[in-house]
């Protein structure tokens, strides 16, 4: 079974950054992509950034020049470096792995909170 596990969420205030990490453990064979998604109270889940296995990284306006994502493929981890945090960005973070065959896993997720 593919276990994934986000870590690194908590309260922050305004400006503030953080670093979530996402640690999978069992056997994925090949992993297409790599992503964060965000889901705040009434409102839909959201992507906030990928990666692919080639490297290639997409962010949304909203997220674009504060957030950056990176990989370590050997060990299956990756992370969301999250800087000059604003109100908005709190929500509930999750990470995805996508593999080659579009198999999708999903971590349990992490808080995040902006606030003064």
């Known amino acids: 079974q593919v276990q994934l596990v986000e870590s690194g969420g908590g309260l922050v205030q305004p400006g503030g950054s953080l670093r979530l990490s996402c640690a999978a453990s069992g056997i994925i064979f090949t992993i297409d992509v790599m992503g964060w998604y965000r889901q705040a109270p009434g409102k839909e889940r959201e992507l906030v950034a990928t990666i692919t296995r080639g490297g290639s990284t997409k962010y949304p306006d909203s997220v674009k020049g504060r957030f950056t994502i990176t990989k370590d493929n050997a060990e299956k981890k990756f992370y969301l470096q999250m800087n000059s945090l604003k109100p908005e960005d709190t929500a509930v973070y999750y990470c995805?792995?996508?593999?080659?065959?579009?198999?999708?896993?999903w971590g349990q997720g992490t808080q995040v909170t902006v606030s003064s």
């Open positions: 995805s792995i996508r593999d080659v065959v579009l198999h999708d896993y």
